[in-house]
C-alpha cells in the first residue's frame, strides 16, 4: 500500500464523446482544436505564448496517444513517443449532463443517473416568484443581471449598480447552477455566504447542482476583479465516493482547491484552499508532503476552465497547460516506491467553440510513479474506473460503480 494522487485539469477534454451531439457539442475537442491553432499561430500571444503547443512531459506520458483512442485524431503538433513511459486512456462520460459536480463524482465513484434542474437561456434566468423568495430569505432589495452569462462581463455590467443600491449580482449558465457575485466590502463577505448557504436551501426542491458565491473587488473607475474567495454550495453526491470509502478506513483525504465544495464536505478529512492553478500546485506539492501511506491528496486546477475555457481564451489555455507540463517533474521528485499519479478531466470546456459553456467530451487518463507499468488502458466506458482504480491501489473496498484498470 501507498500513497495516490489524483490530479483533475478541470476542463481538459479530448473531444470524441460518443454523445456529445445529444449535447450540441458534435465535434468539440479542447485539445485538440488548441493544438490546431497553435499550430497556425492563431494561440500566439506577444509576452505570453507562441508556436505549436509545447507539452513533453504529458505527450511522452501517452497524452497524443489518449487523444488518439478519444477521437481518432492526433493533435497537431504533439508527436507521439514511440512507446508512451505512462499508463495511458481516455473514459467517456455516462453521467447526465456535463457540469463539475456530476464529472468528479463519476470519478469518485458515482455517475449522476438523473436529470439536474436548469433555468431557460432566454429571457429572465429565475421567475418573478423565485426571485420574491431570494429577496426575502436574504433580506436585500432586490437583484441585479438575472440571466445567463460570463462572470466577468456580468460584474463588469453592474459592479456599480450593486454598489450604489445593495442588490447581489444573480446569474447562470447551461450548468445547474445559480452563481451570485457581490461586492467583498461594499456588501460583505460573510453575508454573501449567508446569502448563499439560504439561496441554497431554496433551490433545493428544483435539484440546482450548485450555488456559487463569487465576491470581486474593485470600483467602476478602475474595473472590478474576482477574488480567490469563491464558494461552492453542492448538493451531496447520490451515494457514498471515493472519498468516503477511504476516509471511513482511516486514511487522510487532502482536498486542494474546490474539491471539498465539489463534494458537499463529505469523505474530507482536510482542506487546502488555494487560488490559481501555480498557488494549487504548490499547494498539492505541501500536501504530497504530508500524505502517509495510504492517503490520497484529490486536486483540482481549476484556471483551465474557468480563466481560459469558459471565456474561450485560446492562448491562454495553451499557455496554462504548457506551464502544468512544466512543473510535472516536481511532482514526478515527490513521490515515493508504490505511489501511483493519476491526471485527467472532469468534462471539455473547448476554448474555440461557440458561446461560454462546458462541451461534452471524453477525457484522457494519465499514469505514472515508481513501478506503474507503461501501457495503454483503452476507452473506458465510465469515469468511475477511475476511482475504482485508485481504490484498489490503496487497498481499499471497490467503490459502488467503475472497474480498476490496475
Known amino acids: 500500500m501507498a500513497r495516490a494522487f489524483l490530479f483533475v485539469l478541470d476542463s481538459f477534454g479530448i473531444g470524441g464523446a460518443p454523445d ?50 478519444a477521437s481518432g485524431a492526433w493533435p497537431a503538433g504533439l508527436n507521439p513517443p514511440a512507446r508512451p513511459r505512462g499508463l495511458h486512456g481516455a473514459a467517456s462520460e455516462t453521467s447526465l449532463g456535463k457540469d463539475t459536480p456530476s464529472g468528479h463524482w463519476e470519478i469518485a465513484g458515482q455517475p449522476v443517473q438523473f436529470e439536474w434542474g436548469y433555468f431557460p437561456a432566454e429571457g429572465p434566468a429565475f421567475d418573478e416568484a423565485l426571485v420574491g423568495k431570494f429577496m426575502e430569505a436574504g433580506r436585500i ?42 461586492h467583498e466590502e461594499a456588501f460583505g463577505l460573510e453575508r454573501l455566504y449567508t446569502l448563499c448557504r439560504k439561496v441554497r436551501d431554496i433551490v433545493d426542491p428544483l435539484n440546482i447542482g450548485r450555488v456559487i458565491a463569487r465576491p470581486f473587488l474593485g470600483t467602476e473607475e478602475k474595473g472590478f476583479t474576482r477574488t480567490g474567495n469563491r464558494k461552492d454550495y453542492s448538493v451531496p453526491p447520490p451515494g457514498p465516493t471515493l472519498l468516503d470509502v477511504a476516509s471511513e478506513a482511516g486514511r487522510e483525504v487532502i482536498a486542494v482547491g474546490k474539491i471539498d465544495d465539489i463534494f458537499a464536505h463529505q469523505g474530507v478529512t482536510k482542506i487546502r484552499k488555494a487560488s490559481g492553478n501555480e498557488a494549487l500546485f504548490a499547494a498539492t506539492l505541501d500536501a504530497m508532503d504530508e500524505a502517509k501511506d495510504g492517503d490520497l491528496v484529490f486536486t483540482n486546477f481549476v484556471d483551465f476552465d474557468m480563466l481560459y475555457g469558459h471565456r474561450r481564451d485560446v492562448p491562454g489555455y495553451a499557455a496554462a ?19 501511483l ?23 484522457p487518463i494519465l499514469g505514472f510513479g515508481p513501478g506503474v507499468q507503461a501501457r495503454s488502458i483503452g476507452v473506458r466506458g465510465s469515469y468511475a474506473d477511475i476511482g475504482a482504480s485508485v481504490a484498489r491501489h490503496l487497498k481499499l473496498p471497490a467503490t459502488a460503480h467503475g472497474e480498476s484498470f490496475l
Open 341 to 363: 499519479v493519476l491526471m485527467t478531466a472532469d468534462h471539455g470546456c473547448d476554448p474555440t467553440w461557440r458561446g461560454t459553456d462546458h462541451t461534452r467530451e471524453r477525457v
Open 20 to 69: 456529445a451531439g445529444q449535447y450540441g457539442d458534435a465535434g468539440a475537442d479542447t485539445l485538440g482544436h488548441i493544438a490546431e491553432y497553435a499550430m497556425t499561430g492563431l494561440a500566439d500571444r506577444k509576452g505570453l505564448r507562441e508556436g505549436p503547443l509545447n507539452l513533453p512531459h504529458l505527450v511522452s506520458l501517452g497524452l497524443s496517444d489518449a487523444a488518439f483512442m
Open 141 to 182: 432589495p432586490g437583484i441585479l443581471g438575472n440571466r445567463h452569462a460570463s462572470g466577468t462581463e456580468i460584474i463588469r455590467d453592474f459592479g456599480a449598480e450593486h454598489i450604489a443600491t445593495g442588490k447581489p449580482i444573480f446569474y447562470t449558465s447551461s450548468d445547474s447552477v445559480v452563481q451570485i457575485a457581490a
Open 321 to 339: 497547460l504548457e506551464h502544468f507540463d512544466r512543473r510535472l517533474p516536481a511532482v514526478a521528485k515527490k513521490l515515493k516506491p508504490g505511489d
